[in-house]
């Protein structure tokens, strides 16, 4: 699967953004596209989210199939086609009078249960830095990432090098 134009992992980086907005000790950082008031209704579908990426980052697909299955009920999804006025028709997954909640439940757990089993669910991972419980998409060639970020993995490099540095001054 080409990760840089998929649709489906598209939506993975949004949950993944979401995630690490709305959950965990590292929270931060309202994601541009939503506004405050949003975010606050979102938090539930993001700690399932979290599970959904935790459980699927372990190599437990039965427990991230078991959340999934829960959000695709709750939300109601199911494919629909729809259009606005005379724009052209195309594919959601929730009913057209469906609350804002539950449009993004739909729309993201269908992006979760479509990739499930596939190379784009193997690149969700969490960081591997101490103290840091944020989650990522990995869209390297060798897939090969652990952190979340350059800051995560600079703080680790630098410890290491400090850890060895320390060693060498005791002889
Ligand atoms: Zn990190």
Request: net charge positive; glycine share 10%; with cysteine.
């Amino acid at each position: 699967m080409d990760i840089g134009t998929s649709h489906h992992a598209l939506r993975l980086e949004t949950a993944v953004d979401l995630v690490n907005a709305l959950t965990g000790d590292n929270r931060g950082g309202t994601p541009a596209y939503l506004r405050e008031d949003e975010v606050g209704r979102l938090a539930g579908l993001a700690v399932d989210l979290r599970a959904v990426i935790e459980a699927l980052s372990s190599g437990d697909h039965d427990g991230a199939a078991g959340v999934l299955n829960r959000l695709l009920a709750d939300s109601d999804a199911r494919p629909r086609l729809h259009r606005d006025g005379d724009e052209p028709w195309h594919l959601t997954f929730h009913a057209a009078d469906a609350d804002f909640v539950r449009r993004w439940t739909a729309g993201l757990a269908v992006a979760f249960a479509a990739v499930l089993g596939d190379d784009s669910a193997q690149r969700l991972g969490c960081c591997a830095a101490p103290r840091c419980d944020r989650v990522f998409l990995d869209a390297s060639q060798g897939r090969t990432k652990r952190f979340c970020g350059v800051a995560c993995q600079n703080r680790v490099k630098a410890a290491a090098y400090r850890k060895r540095g320390k060693i060498v001054n005791v002889r």
